[in-house]
Nanobody, 126 residues
């Protein structure tokens, strides 16, 4: 059984930083592209960033480019999202997901991700 779990969310002031972590078990983590998504209540799910299975290729949504950094440690089955210069509009629930197909590049099409965590809340205050 595949289990994905996010951690690291919390309350931070605007301009501050947080690092989210995501662990995955029950699958060969190092074979799968991974991604971070976010979704506020009543709003559409938004792709934040993705990373290839090897970690060599990354992609960011324009809204977070230059502020967020995605990385992975395949030896630890862990995905990270370093979030700097946080803005009020970054407040929402962040989800980690593993792509359905192994290897290849990631993307921000949530329909191609089969395994999801329950999310972690990030709240940015003024």
């Amino acid at each position: 059984q595949v289990q994905v779990a996010e951690s690291g969310g919390g309350l931070v002031q605007a301009g501050g930083s947080l690092r989210l972590s995501c662990t995955a078990s029950g699958l060969s983590f190092g074979r799968y592209p991974m991604a971070w998504f976010r979704q506020a209540p009543g709003k559409e799910r938004e792709g934040v960033s993705c990373i290839s299975w090897s970690g060599r290729n990354t992609y960011y949504a324009d809204s977070v480019k230059g502020r967020f950094t995605i990385s992975r440690d395949n030896a630890k089955n862990t995905l990270y999202l370093q979030m700097n210069s946080l803005k009020l509009e970054d407040t929402t629930i962040y989800y980690c997901a593993a792509k359905s197909a192994a290897y290849g590049l990631g993307n921000l099409n949530f329909a191609e991700y089969n395994y999801w965590g329950r999310g972690t809340q990030v709240t940015v205050s003024s």
